[in-house]
């Protein structure tokens, strides 16, 4: 069965980066859309970036220059490198898998919590 491995959180301060990586594990063929999606206290998920298999990036607004995604179809892997973190980033950040554009359903991970220090 599909796992999404989640790993990469932690603490830094300002300015500093983290590296968040999710593995469709099990997965017999690439998703079609892979990325993460973070949540804040009492609020609903929101985007940060999306890669589909065929290269298509959805990046958010508000991280935009500052991350960047990127994911490897033939290990079922999607990365997204954070540079210049800041205190409002502070969230868990969940993965998301969508396994094919025919169906709507998606699985997630079971998020990562990244802590940004001022």
């Known amino acids: 069965q599909v796992q999404l491995v989640e790993s990469g959180g932690g603490l830094v301060q300002a300015g500093g980066s983290l590296r968040l990586s999710c593995a469709a594990s099990g997965s017999t063929s690439p998703p079609y859309l892979m990325g993460w999606y973070r949540q804040f206290p009492g609020k609903q998920r929101e985007l940060v970036g999306t890669?589909?298999?065929?290269?298509?990036?959805d990046l958010a607004d508000s991280v935009e220059g500052r991350f960047t995604i990127s994911r490897d179809n033939r290990k079922n892997t999607v990365d997204l490198q954070m540079n210049n973190l800041q205190p409002g980033d502070t969230a868990v950040y969940y993965c998301?898998?969508?396994?094919?554009?025919?169906?709507?359903?998606?699985?997630w991970g079971p998020g990562t919590q990244v802590t940004v220090s001022s």
């Open positions: 890669v589909t298999s065929g290269g298509t990036i």
């Open positions: 998301k898998s969508r396994a094919s554009v025919w169906r709507s359903n998606s699985m």
